[in-house]
């Protein structure tokens, strides 16, 4: 797999990230320096990881989002290109319009970090195949502006074509206000783009790839994105 | 020099914090009258905080020398050796004074400035910890400091991108007026890639790196130092304000500009600034430094050398640099966003001389300003003897069951969950042990090694007998990293005491050190790095004598640790160590009873070597995974503590005849470790306890959903639990805060 | 020159900081609050000498960066 | 009744926002932009029927929660 992962200012999972896929894939992913105008030729994968680039002033990725490589990825995901946003990258990916909707501070107004379970909603994308439908894993979330919401018709338009990636829930995988832990709109955690090639979500996958770190529910989505690159 | 200079009065040198003779020792000095900025530089030199007049004298005395420690106290952060060529440098500073008056920034500013110390080393940032204590939960501004200082601690330390993964935090009466923000940073780094402060070579450039410099708290060192009044709400100094963005910038940039083999010697700035850094620099190195102000980074107009000299902005660097890098080394701060400006140089005179539009604002002998500081051997009284308390003479006011339900919804006992988990303890994955447990464990990049990390003091006991208090808070550092399978290796401390002209205070801190310095050796876990923090008081009522520990040990396999959670129905629990039954300033006496007295227990520091080294070996041959080590609350909190972690009850086997229930119970016995495993690996267990002299005793079994005390009313572990997690979130359930 | 921009959330936006500043507002006894909405203002320098150029530049500034226009309004006001 | 109330930082103290502001809208191409200062606007709606009362119960809401009074100003203007 040809994954690269875009670094600014402020990024600070770029590490966690590029661990995991490399784990998955026995492949260290290119770091990319957000000033750069182009992806390394061959891209499949782009990630754009956790952190708080340039502090979250203003509003969480919304600088970030005006960088110079985000016309590239612009482009990739047009093409149709995997492009990945973790918790920050989530946030840039809203702000640079490749998913709709945006992310609020938590409805507690805290910074929260702690073990979440999180509800598989469709296995037919690449970032997901490797989990069971409705599957229930566990990860962790570590963020203050989660909560996901849009208008009422974007909203209706992600549930009604299935663009919901994942939902907050319990261990069995019921979802309730209970489960919600930052007040998003149908408990959603991450969201798809129309073309399922481009997903945003909160939880740290990547946090959770090592039985003796918490655990490995991370692992499944960094080997789906493996194994279909590998294809 | 300045012609229009303000003229230096008596009242204007008070001021400054100098008290006259200090003046006149400086006046001898330079042999003339100095200029303001003068006066603001030597204000600043001369302070407690940055020449540690009263302290100095009896720091002296502390270990701080090991085989494994490469840097020891004298340099931005102290360093040992954990092998394979990685070394850990830590320390742990306060930020007491400020975060009282703005809580958020007061935090904030206190997590940059130790995270800066340590990666000024050449360390990357892999942990993050905190003591805090704070004021009676009754007191009106509790709550608004608890909300602001975590939010603070967490909103740097998060944004940085380092996992903060423990702490303390306590609430006491004594720190109403006076709180106390202690944080600790730890980082990795290569044994042989360690920068340090001493600047080399005549005619270096030396370079202003980071942030630029405002009229940011301005004397924030000398406010530091200065017993706080009524008033300081009233102060309002200019309060400083952390920009983590800028921090993590100024981290990547240096460590980048530390592989290209350009930096000579590099020191942040801290306390006092450019003043403190470039002094400290040049003293080291035995060499002069000059500066030029003109070319200092501005983010106000028309700042004044003293305002220069004094500034405290944060997120700033000085370096001297190799002058043939002088290019490759501005491409990597500008490619950051930082500034770099060479803004002066050093000189081979040893003075001290600060150049502003031309003129000489400051020519100071620059070892002088270090070695020539005050230093006082403060006169000291030993505290008035606390009786020891027989337990015979306290009666349970209420049954075991209801005291123990009780004592674990406590503000000092209760889970901090509300505050960790504000904190992103999981980033970077390789938090192996996150808060909650007894230490931090965490991985050293992909393994197998691992570091354990804790802050630990029992400012109780340190007020009652400031020796055995001084001993007490390094053995359960100790312990704590003991008991999760760590081999403890060294130390920080962050010493906070009242006003140190003040012959009880002044003894609680001679005490104090008598006692760290004991168990240092003791347990060969020497001082690397620390901190003082004096005149704690308002109103003239000093905080509890508090010397936070900052511990550090080796794993070196972390897949061989221990955790409190009782695993399975079945297992056997079972303490390592005497109990004795010892009620004196127990948690159990003060909450439950209402009497906050007695002499502390005693720390045989012999027994606490022999007992915790014990429990590492049972660790360490995977013989034991579930450990718990005993402190406030004695067993029966310890052992609630356990169950409720591994969601199981636990029945205790009668209890032993010839102590009081209570005090078996409660009472606060050191060097004591509860473990859990199969009944045959602890019928093992107890044969080698006896082959090897360490006292063992079984206490019951896990099964079940309660806590069982022979004779008494079951205590669900739901309940429980349901108390000991719901006392914060409940108390501070309507706060916001709002930075 | 100086300017202001100040950047609201549309009608019907949620807004949970100020429904939490109105709770904590009506728990510290601060009567009579019934509805909070927070925004954001910038106060900014400008080396334009032309307001109407200024005027320009910060619809720019706003349209590209200062709002979220997908959920914000602003507003500019050239002070000086 | 309708109010607004501004906070905005005291002359001097950082403002890491304004200053990553600043640096992102000249990178966007934004000219002439030469300082930038962020603060916050709440957009209140009160019982009263008072101006005086409302402006006193906001005074005291400021300087109880909406500022942070130790490295913060306020204004608060009614509207309506
Ligand atoms: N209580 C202490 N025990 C041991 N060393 C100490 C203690 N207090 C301060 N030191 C050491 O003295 C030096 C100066 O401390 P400090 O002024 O706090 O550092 P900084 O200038 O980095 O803020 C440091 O090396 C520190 O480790
Ligand atoms: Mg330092």
């Given at each position: 797999?040809?994954?690269?992962?875009?670094?600014?200012?402020?990024?600070?999972?770029?590490?966690?990230?590029?661990?995991?896929?490399?784990?998955?894939?026995?492949?260290?992913?290119?770091?990319?320096?957000?000033?750069?105008?182009?992806?390394?030729?061959?891209?499949?994968?782009?990630?754009?990881?956790?952190?708080?680039?340039?502090?979250?002033?203003?509003?969480?990725?919304?600088?970030?989002?005006?960088?110079?490589?985000?016309?590239?990825?612009?482009?990739?995901?047009?093409?149709?290109?995997?492009?990945?946003?973790?918790?920050?990258?989530?946030?840039?990916?809203?702000?640079?319009?490749?998913?709709?909707?945006?992310?609020?501070?938590?409805?507690?107004?805290?910074?929260?970090?702690?073990?979440?379970?999180?509800?598989?909603?469709?296995?037919?994308?690449?970032?997901?195949?490797?989990?069971?439908?409705?599957?229930?894993?566990?990860?962790?979330?570590?963020?203050?502006?989660?909560?996901?919401?849009?208008?009422?018709?974007?909203?209706?338009?992600?549930?009604?074509?299935?663009?919901?990636?994942?939902?907050?829930?319990?261990?069995?995988?019921?979802?309730?206000?209970?489960?919600?832990?930052?007040?998003?709109?149908?408990?959603?955690?991450?969201?798809?783009?129309?073309?399922?090639?481009?997903?945003?979500?909160?939880?740290?996958?990547?946090?959770?790839?090592?039985?003796?770190?918490?655990?490995?529910?991370?692992?499944?989505?960094?080997?789906?994105?493996?194994?279909?690159?590998?294809? | 020099?300045?012609?229009?200079?303000?003229?230096?009065?008596?009242?204007?040198?008070?001021?400054?914090?100098?008290?006259?003779?200090?003046?006149?020792?400086?006046?001898?000095?330079?042999?003339?009258?100095?200029?303001?900025?003068?006066?603001?530089?030597?204000?600043?030199?001369?302070?407690?905080?940055?020449?540690?007049?009263?302290?100095?004298?009896?720091?002296?005395?502390?270990?701080?020398?090991?085989?494994?420690?490469?840097?020891?106290?004298?340099?931005?952060?102290?360093?040992?050796?954990?092998?394979?060529?990685?070394?850990?440098?830590?320390?742990?500073?306060?930020?007491?004074?400020?975060?009282?008056?703005?809580?958020?920034?007061?935090?904030?500013?206190?997590?940059?400035?130790?995270?800066?110390?340590?990666?000024?080393?050449?360390?990357?940032?892999?942990?993050?910890?905190?003591?805090?204590?704070?004021?009676?939960?009754?007191?009106?501004?509790?709550?608004?400091?608890?909300?602001?200082?975590?939010?603070?601690?967490?909103?740097?330390?998060?944004?940085?991108?380092?996992?903060?993964?423990?702490?303390?935090?306590?609430?006491?009466?004594?720190?109403?007026?006076?709180?106390?923000?202690?944080?600790?940073?730890?980082?990795?780094?290569?044994?042989?890639?360690?920068?340090?402060a001493?600047a080399a070579g005549v005619g270096n450039p030396i370079v202003y790196l980071g942030s630029k410099t405002?009229?940011?708290?301005?004397?924030?060192?000398?406010?530091?130092?200065?017993?706080?009044?009524?008033?300081?709400?009233?102060?309002?100094?200019?309060?400083?304000?952390?920009?983590?963005?800028?921090?993590?910038?100024l981290?990547?940039a240096c460590?980048?500009l530390m592989?290209t083999?350009s930096v000579i010697a590099i020191q942040d700035m801290?306390?006092?600034g450019l003043t403190?850094s470039a002094v400290?620099m040049g003293?080291?190195g035995?060499l002069g430094v000059e500066l030029i102000l003109d070319n200092v980074p501005c983010?106000?107009?028309?700042m004044?050398a003293?305002?220069m000299m004094?500034?405290?902005s944060?997120?700033r660097m000085l370096m001297v640099l190799k002058p043939e890098k002088r290019e490759e080394a501005e491409a990597i701060f500008r490619k950051w966003?930082l500034d770099f400006a060479v803004v002066g140089y050093t000189t081979?005179?040893?003075?001290f001389v600060v150049k502003h539009h031309g003129?000489t604002?400051?020519?100071?002998?620059?070892?002088?300003?270090?070695?020539?500081?005050?230093?006082?051997?403060?006169?000291?009284?030993?505290?008035?003897?606390?009786?020891?308390?027989?337990?015979?003479?306290?009666?349970?006011?209420?049954?075991?069951?209801?005291?123990?339900?009780?004592?674990?919804?406590?503000?000092?006992?209760?889970?901090?969950?509300?505050?960790?988990?504000?904190?992103?303890?999981?980033?970077?994955?390789?938090?192996?042990?996150?808060?909650?447990?007894?230490?931090?464990?965490?991985?050293?990049?992909?393994?197998?090694?691992?570091?354990?990390?804790?802050?630990?003091?029992?400012?109780?006991?340190?007020?009652?007998?400031?020796?055995?208090?001084?001993?007490?808070?390094?053995?359960?550092?100790?312990?704590?990293?003991?008991?999760?399978?760590?081999?403890?290796?060294?130390?920080?401390?962050?010493?906070?005491?009242?006003?140190?002209?003040?012959?009880?205070?002044?003894?609680?801190?001679?005490?104090?050190?008598?006692?760290?310095?004991?168990?240092?050796?003791?347990?060969?876990?020497?001082?690397?790095?620390?901190?003082?923090?004096?005149?704690?008081?308002?109103?003239?009522?000093?905080?509890?004598?508090?010397?936070?520990?900052?511990?550090?040990?080796?794993?070196?396999?972390?897949?061989?640790?221990?955790?409190?959670?009782?695993?399975?129905?079945?297992?056997?629990?079972?303490?390592?160590?005497?109990?004795?039954?010892?009620?004196?300033?127990?948690?159990?006496?003060?909450?439950?009873?209402?009497?906050?007295?007695?002499?502390?227990?005693?720390?045989?520091?012999?027994?606490?070597?022999?007992?915790?080294?014990?429990?590492?070996?049972?660790?360490?041959?995977?013989?034991?995974?579930?450990?718990?080590?005993?402190?406030?609350?004695?067993?029966?909190?310890?052992?609630?503590?356990?169950?409720?972690?591994?969601?199981?009850?636990?029945?205790?086997?009668?209890?032993?005849?010839?102590?009081?229930?209570?005090?078996?119970?409660?009472?606060?016995?050191?060097?004591?470790?509860?473990?859990?495993?199969?009944?045959?690996?602890?019928?093992?267990?107890?044969?080698?306890?006896?082959?090897?002299?360490?006292?063992?005793?079984?206490?019951?079994?896990?099964?079940?959903?309660?806590?069982?005390?022979?004779?008494?009313?079951?205590?669900?572990?739901?309940?429980?639990?349901?108390?000991?997690?719901?006392?914060?979130?409940?108390?501070?359930?309507?706060?916001?805060?709002?930075? | 020159?100086?300017?202001?921009?100040?950047?609201?959330?549309?009608?019907?936006?949620?807004?949970?900081?100020?429904?939490?500043?109105?709770?904590?507002?009506?728990?510290?006894?601060?009567?009579?609050?019934?509805?909070?909405?927070?925004?954001?203002?910038?106060?900014?320098?400008?080396?334009?000498?032309?307001?109407?150029?200024?005027?320009?530049?910060?619809?720019?500034?706003?349209?590209?960066?200062?709002?979220?226009?997908?959920?914000?309004?602003?507003?500019?006001?050239?002070?000086?």
């Amino acid at each position: 797999m040809k994954a690269a992962v875009v670094t600014f200012p402020g990024s600070n999972r770029e590490r966690d990230i590029a661990r995991a896929l490399k784990h998955a894939s026995g492949v260290a992913p290119a770091m990319v320096w957000h000033a750069e105008t182009d992806l390394p030729a061959g891209t499949d994968l782009v990630v754009l990881p956790g952190g708080f680039s340039y502090g979250d002033y203003l509003r969480c990725g919304a600088i970030a989002a005006r960088s110079n490589i985000m016309a590239a990825v612009q482009a990739h995901a047009a093409r149709g290109g995997l492009v990945l946003g973790v918790c920050n990258g989530f946030q840039i990916l809203c702000e640079a319009q490749l998913l709709p909707g945006v992310l609020m501070r938590n409805d507690r107004l805290r910074f929260m970090c702690k073990r979440q379970n999180l509800r598989v909603e469709r296995t037919d994308t690449a970032f997901t195949h490797r989990y069971a439908q409705g599957q229930v894993i566990d990860v962790c979330i570590a963020h203050g502006e989660g909560n996901w919401t849009a208008d009422a018709d974007a909203v209706a338009r992600i549930e009604d074509k299935g663009l919901v990636a994942f939902r907050y829930c319990d261990a069995n995988g019921v979802v309730s206000p209970e489960t919600n832990c930052n007040g998003s709109v149908n408990s959603i955690a991450g969201i798809y783009s129309e073309k399922r090639n481009v997903l945003g979500m909160m939880p740290h996958p990547e946090n959770l790839i090592d039985a003796l770190v918490g655990g490995t529910d991370g692992r499944g989505l960094f080997e789906s994105l493996a194994s279909r690159m590998a294809a | 020099m300045t012609a229009t200079a303000p003229r230096i009065t008596p009242e204007l040198v008070a001021e400054h914090g100098l008290k006259p003779d200090e003046y006149a020792r400086f006046l001898e000095l330079i042999g003339r009258e100095p200029t303001i900025t003068e006066l603001g530089i030597v204000s600043a030199m001369w302070n407690e905080h940055c020449s540690y007049k009263s302290s100095r004298l009896h720091l002296k005395g502390l270990p701080t020398s090991a085989p494994w420690v490469i840097q020891g106290p004298g340099e931005n952060a102290g360093v040992i050796d954990i092998g394979d060529g990685d070394a850990i440098a830590f320390k742990m500073e306060s930020h007491n004074h400020p975060s009282y008056i703005e809580p958020y920034q007061g935090a904030t500013t206190g997590v940059g400035g130790i995270l800066r110390d340590v990666f000024t080393m050449g360390a990357r940032p892999i942990a993050a910890l905190n003591a805090l204590r704070f004021g009676s939960p009754d007191h009106p501004k509790t709550r608004h400091l608890v909300s602001g200082v975590v939010a603070g601690i967490g909103g740097y330390g998060n944004s940085f991108g380092v996992p903060t993964v423990g702490g303390s935090v306590g609430f006491h009466t004594r720190y109403d007026g006076n709180i106390l923000v202690n944080a600790m940073a730890v980082g990795l780094a290569k044994t042989d890639g360690i920068f340090y402060a001493a600047a080399a070579g005549v005619g270096n450039p030396i370079v202003y790196l980071g942030s630029k410099t405002g009229r940011d708290g301005i004397h924030g060192a000398t406010m530091a130092s200065a017993e706080f009044d009524a008033n300081s709400d009233e102060k309002r100094p200019t309060v400083q304000v952390g920009d983590p963005f800028a921090e993590k910038l100024l981290l990547e940039a240096c460590l980048e500009l530390m592989q290209t083999d350009s930096v000579i010697a590099i020191q942040d700035m801290g306390a006092a600034g450019l003043t403190c850094s470039a002094v400290e620099m040049g003293a080291k190195g035995n060499l002069g430094v000059e500066l030029i102000l003109d070319n200092v980074p501005c983010r106000e107009e028309g700042m004044s050398a003293y305002e220069m000299m004094l500034s405290e902005s944060q997120e700033r660097m000085l370096m001297v640099l190799k002058p043939e890098k002088r290019e490759e080394a501005e491409a990597i701060f500008r490619k950051w966003g930082l500034d770099f400006a060479v803004v002066g140089y050093t000189t081979d005179t040893l003075r001290f001389v600060v150049k502003h539009h031309g003129e000489t604002v400051a020519d100071l002998p620059i070892k002088e300003l270090g070695d020539e500081a005050p230093l006082y051997d403060r006169p000291h009284i030993s505290n008035a003897f606390q009786p020891t308390i027989d337990p015979a003479s306290v009666a349970a006011p209420v049954d075991n069951a209801t005291a123990l339900a009780r004592l674990l919804a406590t503000p000092d006992m209760c889970s901090k969950r509300w505050v960790w988990e504000q904190y992103d303890h999981l980033i970077l994955g390789n938090t192996v042990q996150k808060p909650g447990g007894d230490a931090a464990i965490v991985r050293i990049e992909d393994g197998p090694k691992g570091v354990a990390l804790t802050t630990d003091v029992t400012p109780r006991y340190c007020e009652a007998d400031p020796v055995q208090g001084g001993r007490q808070a390094v053995a359960e550092a100790w312990r704590n990293i003991t008991a999760v399978g760590g081999l403890p290796l060294a130390i920080t401390d962050n010493l906070n005491f009242g006003n140190p002209e003040k012959p009880d205070v002044m003894g609680q801190f001679v005490g104090c050190l008598k006692g760290i310095g004991e168990a240092c050796l003791a347990l060969d876990f020497p001082v690397v790095s620390g901190n003082v923090s004096l005149y704690n008081e308002t109103q003239g009522r000093s905080i509890l004598p508090t010397p936070t520990i900052g511990g550090v040990g080796l794993l070196d396999d972390v897949t061989l640790h221990a955790t409190v959670a009782l695993r399975q129905a079945g297992d056997v629990l079972a303490v390592i160590g005497d109990t004795t039954g010892w009620i004196g300033q127990s948690v159990y006496l003060r909450d439950i009873c209402g009497r906050e007295e007695g002499a502390p227990p005693p720390v045989d520091l012999a027994v606490e070597r022999r007992n915790g080294d014990f429990v590492r070996g049972l660790i360490r041959s995977g013989k034991v995974t579930t450990v718990h080590d005993c402190s406030d609350g004695g067993l029966a909190v310890a052992v609630a503590e356990m169950a409720m972690a591994g969601d199981i009850g636990v029945s205790f086997d009668t209890l032993p005849a010839d102590i009081p229930a209570h005090a078996f119970l409660f009472g606060e016995d050191q060097a004591r470790y509860v473990i859990a495993a199969d009944a045959a690996t602890i019928d093992a267990v107890a044969a080698e306890a006896k082959a090897a002299g360490v006292p063992f005793r079984k206490l019951g079994v896990a099964g079940g959903d309660a806590v069982n005390i022979p004779g008494e009313t079951p205590a669900k572990v739901a309940d429980l639990r349901n108390g000991h997690d719901n006392w914060l979130p409940n108390y501070m359930a309507g706060e916001i805060d709002h930075p | 020159m100086k300017a202001r921009v100040t950047v609201t959330l549309k009608t019907g936006v949620l807004d949970p900081q100020g429904k939490a500043i109105e709770g904590a507002l009506s728990s510290l006894g601060v009567e009579g609050v019934t509805g909070v909405r927070q925004g954001k203002v910038f106060d900014i320098e400008l080396a334009h000498t032309q307001p109407e150029a200024a005027q320009a530049a910060l619809k720019d500034a706003c349209e590209r960066l200062l709002a979220n226009t997908v959920i914000e309004n602003y507003r500019v006001e050239i002070l000086s």
